[in-house]
């Protein structure tokens, strides 16, 4: 990247906390743009079968719709004893146009009769990088923990409300927005692909980036 120029990125969602996050982590290395920032363009199906894939084609999309480097990420919640499900299945799990609440109450019901000690699950969040170029990298992360019976909290949305992260007591929807950035899947993925962004992109990380 030639010196004294700041390198355009696109974040491909449209929520403003994961882009005032992302903005965060970089400071002023790199200009992070949201997809409010550009012209609209289709948004791709989401038709691989696992995190990795389907935060590539997200990735992939906003490359070719805009030009510039794009990241994007894929998430869900995987529960052991439900083979895993639902996955990539995640926020459609009650099916197309399903409300959080719907998918969650369905959840409950299909583990109500699982003892605590099988009630074990995991939150998966995919980071996919790519540029221009071709170039891509995906980093995923994962956050275990388990499964609640009753919903419990009010500052998460999805699955947060009946996920017990491993070694506390409180669901994910009973942490503060600062815990939840620190211990979370999506948290965790994100600080560990923004080292990577900037080695693609020619940028100085720090060392403890480096680290992540």
Known sequence: MTSGTTARVVLATGNPGKLAELRRLVGDRLEVLGLADLPAYPEPAETESTFEGNALIKARAGVAATGLACLADDSGLEVDVLNRMPGVRSARWAGPGASDRDNLELLLRQVEDVE????????????????????TEVVRREWEGRLTTAPAGENGFGYDPVFVPQGHTRTSAQLSPEEKDTLSHRGQAVRAAVPVLLGLLGVQATSSEEEE
């Open 116 to 135: 605590e000690a099988r009630r074990t699950a995991r939150f998966v969040c995919a980071v996919a990088i790519a540029l221009p170029d071709g170039r």
